[in-house]
T-cell receptor
Framework: DVKVTQSSRYLVKRTGEKVFLECVQD?????MFWYRQDPGLGLRLIYF???????EKGDIPEGYSVSREKKERFSLILESASTNQTSMYLC???????????????FGAGSRLTVL | DQQVKQNSPSLSVQEGRISILNCDYT??????FLWYKKYPAEGPTFLIS?????DKNEDGRFTVFLNKSAKHLSLHIVPSQPGDSAVYFC???????????FGQGTELSVKP
């Protein structure tokens, strides 16, 4: 069974702390994504990556950075956490290329971050 | 700029009846539209898709309709079951790069 694993399901951090959210996929997917989910706003794309060491800004990259040193791992970094970054963070991956019906986004279970 | 909009945050339906979830979009460049379903404490899972050149796609109890002139799509669930209770997200896909743009979600509650 294919999997996207997010290392932390629940985190509580303090304002100003540096936060790392880790995501690992075992499907040999080229593409990886970080979204955040907020009530009334849906899923918003933070950053994505098409290949190792490559990254692209999504719709709301401010306050975040990412790292992709290995194909299977995509990390989201909050350099200095703020209360407005309290959210559910969802990692996803997909295979490269055009839509085939099979290369849908596969999501992890999410990481619920609370910044106090 | 919200390119994909789901204007109904919630919907309540009786078991066995039809559920209709609606979605509007502003960007004509989407190649596909997808519906995802999300249970609490789980990641979204893919449900059904439709190409921008089609007007209907059916998979079991789920049917998606696309009206390009109105930039509107809808997901029909017939018959609705309590296990369908979840948040449903509509998304538009740019084929190049596989970037998905999601709507705000609609929480469906199917009552026994």
């Amino acid at each position: 069974d294919v999997k996207v694993t997010q290392s932390s399901r629940y985190l509580v951090k303090r304002t100003g702390e540096k936060v790392f959210l880790e995501c690992v996929q075992d499907m040999d997917h080229e593409n990886m994504f970080w979204y955040r989910q907020d009530p009334g706003l849906g899923l918003r794309l933070i950053y994505f990556s098409y290949d190792v060491k490559m990254k692209e800004k999504g719709d709301i990259p401010e306050g975040y950075s990412v790292s992709r040193e290995k194909k299977e791992r995509f990390s989201l970094i909050l350099e200095s956490a703020s209360t407005n970054q309290t959210s559910m963070y969802l990692c996803a991956s997909s295979s490269l290329g055009g839509w085939t019906g099979a290369n849908v986004l596969t999501f992890g279970a999410g990481s619920r971050l609370t910044v106090l | 700029d919200q390119q994909v909009k789901q204007n109904s945050p919630s919907l309540s339906v009786q078991e066995g009846r039809i559920s209709i979830l609606n979605c509007d979009y502003t960007n004509s460049m989407f190649d596909y539209f997808l519906w995802y379903k999300k249970y609490p404490a789980e990641g979204p899972t893919f449900l059904i898709s439709i190409s921008s050149i089609k007007d209907k796609n059916e998979d079991g109890r789920f049917t998606v309709f696309l009206n390009k002139s109105a930039k509107h799509l809808s997901l029909h669930i017939v018959p609705s079951q309590p296990g369908d209770s979840a948040v449903y997200f509509c998304a538009g896909l740019y084929n190049q790069g596989g970037k998905l743009i999601f709507g705000q979600g609609t929480e469906l509650s199917v009552k026994p």
